[in-house]
Structure formats: structure tokens, C-alpha cells
């Protein structure tokens, strides 16, 4: 018989400062949520204008940008440049070394950009592979809906009611749900067994967990549920004044340790030793770091 998964934590994520003038609101890599296999961290970000991240390495994990308004640039040492906008993401595969920055667009009202970013841990295996990134436009995102169209599901990882994503684009696996809930709506979300989740809330009051068990949970809560279960329930009550909206996100976990420092996620503190070497050295994998400053990063005057 299928069973619900329990609430183990809801807190708050703080906001705080980042990168070059940016916000951000960190729910996982806190003291509160750390490692919580394969998730490393979870940013939610806001960036105006002379802000950014400007050129930056990585080694050994997965990023993916998911953008709720606002435009944001990514240029590499490889060549790579894009731009994403509202409702797009970027999967970035960092492997055995990038070097990037990603910059905010300034807006013609002087809105804010806005959006989410993840780091997924990668394989013991896959953690020198070549760099890769692959962006999923908006208008690619199936969308699913439940309850009478009080519910819809943005597909963008995974599947829900029925609608499958579009392809798998990270190599660790992961499911990755954008769900608004309209007043008086309610839905059951199926979740691989053994998998870590957890829900991230955007706007509104969304109750979570059923019958006996829930919690009203505020915007801009980490709502983290027990490994065991094979759905989560989430609803909105009929009074609500505003639709809620949040992220359900799950992985599956990594049975490996997880050595850190900054942008280097390795298994062993000689791991990220080495990391620091090559990347100061310019070796095995940081080659193009060696002269290279990017376009998008001189807006900061640096």
C-alpha cells in the first residue's frame, strides 16, 4: 500500500549576501540542511543591476539554473556563452573543471532577476568527466495539471500525473517540479522510493503532509521530507487568499563522502588539494583558465 512521506524539517531560508552584490536565500549548505545527498546546495537568488558572479572555477559537481524572472549571462574559457530568461534552466556539468561567469541582464524597469540554483553532487566516477551545459527553454517544459485544474505542474525533470519530461539532463538523477496550487486544490505527488526530497515555497501558504499530519508552510521555506514514502501531499486551503506556488525537487542519493571547499566538490581532502593545485597551475582540466577573463564579467569594472 502506498504511503505518504513524512515531514522531517521545515525552516526558514535566510537571506543573505553572495557573489558580487547578489541575495540570496540558502536552504541547503547551512548548518540547518547540509549534504543532503545529492543536493549541495540550494540558492534562491536575486540579483540587480551591478551584481553578479563573475569568473569563478568549479570542479566535481552540477549546477542547474532555473530562472523566474529577469534574463542572466553565462560565458566560459571554452567559448560557451548563452543567455536564459524567465522560466528557462541551465544544466552546467562542471567535471573535471570550468571556468565561468554568469551576470544579471539590467532590465529596462529596474526589476530585479531572480531565480533559483542547485548544486548536485556527480558521481565518484563522473567527477573528471568533459564539461558539458545544456539549457531547456521554457516553451519545452510539459506541463501537467491534477485536482480540476486547480493544480499545474511545470514537468521540468521527472513526471507528474502522467507527463514525462522532456529528457534527462543531469547525469546525477533528479526530478524537478515547478507546482502552483489555486485555492481549494490539492495534489499527490508520486516520488522514486529511497530517493531525498524536498519542497521549496515560492509564494502563498501551502499545507503539506495529510490527514493527521501537516504543516502550513510560509514562502521562502525549505519543507525537507523523510527518505521513506512513495508520495507527498500538498494543498491549499479554500479561504487562501493568493494560489501558492513552490518547487518539489528529489534525487537520488549518492553513497559517497563529500569533501568541499568553495566551488571544488570532491571525495578526499587530497581530491580538492589537487583541485586547488591545477586550477592555480593551470593543469588537467584548467588549461584555458591562463589569461582568459570574460566579456560579461568586465561590466563589474573588474
Not at 561567469?101 to 566516477?125: F, I, R, T, Y
Not at 531547456?136 to 519530461?165: F, H, M, N, Y
Not at 534525487?251 to 581530491?271: A, M
Request: glycine fraction near 10%.
Amino acid at each position: 500500500m502506498a504511503t505518504a512521506r513524512a515531514i522531517r524539517q521545515v525552516f526558514l531560508a535566510v537571506e543573505q549576501a553572495e557573489g558580487a552584490g547578489a541575495r540570496v536565500r540558502r536552504s541547503i549548505g547551512t548548518a540547518k540542511l547540509r549534504n543532503f545527498s545529492p543536493f549541495l546546495m540550494l540558492d534562491h537568488f536575486t540579483i540587480g543591476k551591478g551584481a553578479g558572479f563573475p569568473d569563478h572555477p568549479h570542479r566535481g559537481q552540477e549546477t542547474i539554473t532555473y530562472l523566474l524572472s529577469g534574463g542572466v549571462d553565462h560565458e566560459d574559457f571554452a567559448g560557451n556563452r548563452g543567455t536564459i530568461g524567465p522560466g528557462d534552466l541551465q544544466f552546467m556539468t562542471a567535471g573535471r573543471g570550468i571556468m565561468h561567469a554568469e551576470m544579471p541582464h539590467e532590465n529596462p524597469d529596474g526589476s530585479p532577476n531572480v531565480g533559483m540554483q542547485l548544486w548536485v553532487d556527480l558521481p565518484q566516477k563522473l567527477k573528471m568527466c568533459e564539461p558539458r551545459y545544456r539549457d531547456l527553454r521554457s516553451s519545452e517544459i510539459p506541463i501537467a495539471t491534477a485536482d480540476d485544474g486547480r493544480v499545474t505542474v511545470k514537468v521540468i525533470s521527472g513526471q507528474s500525473q502522467g507527463v514525462d519530461s522532456v529528457r534527462d539532463l543531469a547525469y546525477t538523477p533528479v526530478w524537478i517540479l515547478d507546482v502552483t496550487i489555486r485555492p481549494g486544490g490539492r495534489i499527490s505527488q508520486s516520488l522514486p522510493q529511497g530517493w531525498n526530497s524536498f519542497a521549496y515555497t515560492l509564494s502563498g501558504d501551502t499545507v503539506f503532509g495529510s490527514s493527521d499530519s501537516t504543516r502550513l508552510v510560509k514562502k521562502f521555506h525549505n519543507v525537507v521530507f523523510e527518505q521513506t514514502g512513495d508520495y507527498v501531499e500538498a494543498s491549499v486551503p479554500d479561504n487562501a487568499d493568493s494560489e501558492a506556488r513552490f518547487l518539489i525537487i528529489a534525487g537520488q542519493p549518492l553513497d559517497q563522502k563529500v569533501v568541499q571547499y568553495g566551488p571544488f566538490v570532491l571525495n578526499s581532502q587530497e581530491e580538492v588539494y589537487q583541485a586547488m593545485l591545477d586550477y592555480q597551475t593551470a593543469a588537467n582540466g584548467f588549461e584555458k583558465v591562463r589569461g582568459w577573463e570574460s566579456e560579461i564579467g568586465k561590466r563589474m569594472g573588474y
